[in-house]
């Protein structure tokens, strides 16, 4: 017997454990609860501590199946404090309470969708899929890719077909079979929903979605256990699906229920592009419903205009005391930006999405600067380079001389180009 | 004006095994009546207890969400294809 299974989110009903992700009786989607009173004694700050450092370290609370193996080393990143750039978004010098979670730098893909596939895969196995499947805009298209090259499975990935080039190559290169689609996301979601109807593949995503969504659960263990073992006053999020947010709150709720934690009212912030924001639309409108968008933003990774957790999203942001904001494509770039010359952290077009919203939050005052505030940052830059395209033009190459360089020095210096002490990189209208 | 409904895996079993079928209908609530009549048991699973269509119920005309085509108001064409998909679809198991 294990210790979890698959119920309804809306009429309760249990399904046990199979690859399934809504029930027959109501449409409403499936999720793993968890026999917690069995996991009482026999997990602990000391035991989980003993472990390596990476997310199955809280195995107890993700549904993997009896006698697996891990065999790669995902997540636990670092929790990075950002002073530099919490005086930049607060306004305030010292405000020491700001934290980067930061994903760009999960194994082996460089983003937090590495969490989720390496628990869907784990339950591919073992309901014995020889192949995988998933919608992506490209994050997760990558991390199927590489989990399945590793466990020697099959992989067939689709797409839109205007994906960054790094986020196609990082596909193909792991030997998947990757499907462009002439559309967006949620086309590519709904024919995925029609092929997985036809053929017998475990889609991380849609038969295998609520094993998949348990895995986002370890960012907010990581975040409790790296804060000392307390929970935040804030959690910003970005959003596509919409599915995340709702896991960290998840998360943390297991830990105080299980005593690892003390209980405390985390208000959590959603973070979207202006030019796809169903959920923060919602947000502001004061509606618990969605209203699809078409997306048009660069912000690729998070561009689902019906995001199939929308509604769960807007229900943990309301229900917490929090909000949720939208930035523009400028104002990501700039946040992009800021992130890196603050913190020395490169994140792809989402994260200039947390930075820029967590900047308005700030302006707002709905986010306060002595606060513990935890930006979550799931993804890499090195993914998304072409969204900086042409802002920084390729400098002109100088003799190797030293001469030269001292010309070019003073040259530099008498312009104004030179570094300044702290970087003032945020363009003017940003604010909220 | 017919058209053609493609029903999912998930909601077969109340469909005898039917896969699709073919209606004249012209907008959505004809389409729901005329589902309702061929088979009653369908009726709680596309609609909630208000006659709300269910949340996680989306609706295709040839691709499209039918939300972005005026939903309810929708006139249908002939030959439009509609398709009832859930929004996390269930998958062959």
């Known amino acids: 017997m294990s210790h979890y299974e698959l119920r309804c989110r809306e009429c309760g009903r249990s399904w ?23 996991l009482k004694g026999s997990i602990s700050r000391e035991r989980i501590a003993q472990r390596p450092p990476n997310m199955w370290r809280y195995s107890e609370l993700l549904p993997l199946p009896q006698g697996f193996e891990p065999r790669l080393p995902v997540g636990f990143t670092p929790l990075l404090q950002a002073p530099r750039m919490a005086a930049q978004l607060s306004g305030t010098a010292g405000a020491a309470n700001l934290y980067i979670k930061n994903d760009a730098v999960c194994l082996p893909t460089l983003s937090f969708k590495d969490r989720v596939v390496a628990v869907a895969l784990a339950q591919a196995k073992a309901f014995g899929f020889d192949t995988v499947s998933c919608s992506s805009t490209g994050n997760l298209a990558n991390a199927v890719a590489a989990h399945a090259a590793r466990e020697g499975l099959k992989a067939w990935i689709f797409i839109p077909s205007d994906l960054e080039p790094a986020k196609i ?147 943990t942001i309301k229900g917490s005391g929090g909000w949720s904001e939208d930035v523009s494509d400028p104002e990501l770039i700039d946040s992009i930006k800021l992130l890196a010359e603050t913190e020395g952290v490169f994140t792809e077009t989402a994260g200039g999405v947390t930075i820029g919203t967590a900047r308005k939050l700030y302006r707002q005052d709905r986010i306060l600067p002595e606060e ?61 | ?58 609706i295709y005309v040839n691709e499209e969400d039918i939300r972005f085509l005026g939903g309810q108001t929708y006139a249908f064409q002939e030959g439009d294809e509609v398709l009832l998909v859930p929004s996390i679809a269930g998958g062959a198991s």
């Open chain 1, 169 to 315: 190559l990082g596909t193909n290169v792991f030997g998947a079979k990757v499907v462009r689609i002439a559309g967006n996301y949620d086309q590519v979601n709904r024919l995925c929903s029609q092929i997985a109807d036809e053929h017998r593949w475990g889609f991380v995503n849609v038969n295998l979605r609520p094993y998949y969504a348990e895995g986002s659960k370890t960012v907010g263990f990581e975040i409790a256990e790296q804060l000392g073992w307390r929970l935040p006053d804030n959690v910003v999020c970005p959003m596509a699906g919409g599915s995340l947010i709702v896991k960290i709150k998840k998360a943390f709720d297991e830990l105080v229920k299980l005593g690892l934690v003390e209980g405390k009212e985390v208000k959590f912030f959603g973070a979207q592009a202006t030019g796809c924001s169903p959920i923060s639309t919602a947000v502001k409108a004061g509606s618990s419903e969605i209203e699809p968008q078409k997306p048009s933003t660069i912000a690729r990774s998070l561009a689902i205009g019906n995001p199939a957790d929308g509604h769960y999203a807007i229900k």
């Open chain 2, 1 to 58: 004006m017919p058209i053609t409904v493609q029903i999912p895996t998930a909601l077969r079993r109340l469909t005898a095994g039917a896969s699709s079928i073919t209606c004249a209908v012209s907008n959505l609530s004809e389409l729901f009546s005329v589902l309702d009549e061929k088979f009653p048991e369908l009726k709680p699973h596309l609609r909630d207890e208000q006659g709300q269509i269910r949340r996680f119920l989306n």
């Open chain 1, 372 to 432: 513990t505030t935890v930006l979550c940052i799931t993804g890499n830059g090195l993914k998304t380079t072409d969204a900086l395209t042409g802002i920084y033009p390729t400098e002109q190459a100088i003799a190797p001389k030293l001469a030269e360089f001292e010309a070019y020095l003073q040259q530099t210096l008498n312009s104004g180009d030179a570094p300044a002490e702290i970087p003032g990189v945020v363009a003017a209208g940003v604010g909220a």
């Open chain 1, 16 to 38: 046990g454990n199979q690859p399934r992700s809504i029930c027959d009786d109501c449409f409403s989607p499936l999720e793993v609860a968890y026999d917690y009173d069995a």
